[in-house]
């Protein structure tokens, strides 16, 4: 099994709908993280949890909000889907000194 | 906002050559890390060099830091087609514990 796990790996949904992306690691790691790439802009930061209890917006939380159900698990809602969140979206776990992050697949979403 | 930024933006070369990245931040930083990116996949963590060092080497990877311009450039050598992919520079703040910070990825092709 991969260390970061996402589902879905794939994803196609209509403009105002609900969407939750999941992710799971078996690191043992507290810190996880949601990045969103999209072509030309490198990875950009949603959220990130240093443990279950946190929970801190990133550079471009707005429309997104995070559950960190437990140490291994931290989920991503779209509340309403946008077209322009249309993107890969990454979800990462480290240790507590941030060296090293590992990264799930992916999940490529597209919003219609 | 974007921290690194990777240059150049593309690279192509030939199989056995050496290839070269560039990257430059903006903000005092503990430590920098170098991903790779299959097309479309997850990131792989490659090097990570901290605020003290100069210059790491890791296989055929050879990474520099110089903090006084706040830059580090990646030197892959003996470059093979399996090399293609893209690079992404990665900087954490010193300020603070803070996320890893990207740029914008340097696309290397390897040409067989």
């Known amino acids: 099994d991969a260390d970061v796990t996402q589902t879905p790996r794939n994803r196609i949904t209509k403009t105002g709908k609900r969407i939750m992306l999941e992710c799971s690691q078996t690191k043992g790691h507290d810190r996880m993280y949601w990045y969103r790439q999209d072509p030309g802009l490198g990875l950009r930061l949603i959220y990130y949890?240093?443990?279950?209890?946190?929970?801190n917006k990133g550079e471009i939380s707005d429309g997104y909000s995070v559950s960190r159900q437990a140490q291994a698990k931290f989920s991503l809602s779209l509340e309403s889907a946008i077209p322009n969140q249309t993107a890969l979206y990454f979800c990462a776990t480290s240790d507590f000194r941030g060296h090293g992050y590992t990264f799930g697949s992916g999940t490529r979403l597209t919003v219609v | 906002s974007q921290q690194g930024e990777e240059d150049p933006q593309a690279l192509s070369i030939q199989e056995g050559e050496n290839a070269t990245m560039n990257c430059s931040y903006k903000t005092s930083i503990n430590n920098l890390q170098w991903y790779r990116q299959n097309s479309g996949r997850g990131l792989v963590h490659l090097i990570l060099i901290r605020s003290n060092e100069r210059e790491k080497h890791s296989g055929r990877l050879r990474v520099t830091l110089d903090t006084s311009k706040k830059s580090s450039s990646l030197l892959i050598t003996a470059s093979r087609a399996a090399d293609t992919a893209s690079y992404f520079c990665a900087t954490d703040r010193s300020s603070g514990n803070t996320p890893l910070v990207f740029g914008k990825g340097t696309r290397l092709s390897v040409i067989a």
């Open positions: 949890s240093f443990d279950v209890k946190d929970i």
